[in-house]
């Protein structure tokens, strides 16, 4: 099944990895979702506060 996501590797300290595999358990989702879901609302935040800058 194609997806239209692009894979990115990313290396974290141990202890921020820890916590969001204790998250990812808590929430029945997986690490790569919501270090998805983070990296995408950190964008869109930082659009935001661009275009009110600009």
Known sequence: MPTSQEPLTVYL???VKEALQKWAEEEE????FLAAKAITEAVKS????????A
């Open 46 to 53: 930082r659009k935001k506060g661009k275009s009110r800058n």
């Open 29 to 32: 989702r997986s690490m790569s």
């Open 13 to 15: 300290p141990p202890e």
